[in-house]
């Protein structure tokens, strides 16, 4: 490390890009289990923020999964690397002034502590899907709960790896209870005030 020099000093400040962009920066973070709707609110409240005007971007195991990190597996130690870049990218892509959305099961304490850590605490707004484990397996839409019941994916959550609830999450929802329009508006009332950039 010691022939690293960050230039962080000398780009642009995020100030100046959250003034351009109209925005205050921050990221919205999505954890539930597989299947328990991560993807289908965080895309559905960026379609929703996107249209009255800001700029976002959102980020999504699959995706990630499928280029940055797919050299990582499932192991505990891997699992830690995938989240740790992803709240690396998340903090580079909010310091441009944008709203990020992440979605990734993130399934500890630890881990959640970690990218809360790296994109720092005023920054990050943390969202649990708390839909149940029965409902999430009884939707397996990617079929991964079945394939897991079986024995052929290991270290899946909620089968053969643990899920901690988060215990202080800033917001909670129930996918099986409460409808998507809902789901998003409430995420959308919570973070309003934290990324409306102040009229002078």
Known sequence: MKNIHPVFDKIVSREAKEIRLKQKAKVIWFTGLSGSGKTTVSSALEKKLFEMGYFTQLL??????????????????????????????????????????????????DIRNLAKRIIGEDDFIEVFIDTPL???????????????RKGLIKNFTGVSAPFENPVDADVIIDTSEVPLAQSVEKVFEKILEQISYPEK
């Open 60 to 109: 999504d195991g699959d995706n990630i999964r499928s280029g940055i990190n797919n050299n990582l597996t499932f192991s505990e130690e891997d699992r830690t690397e995938n989240i740790r870049r992803i709240a690396e990218m998340a903090k580079l892509i909010m310091n441009c002034g944008v709203i990020v959305l992440c979605a990734f099961i993130s399934p500890t304490d």
């Open 134 to 148: 029965e409902v999430c397996e009884k939707r397996d839409v990617k079929g991964l709960y079945e394939k897991a």
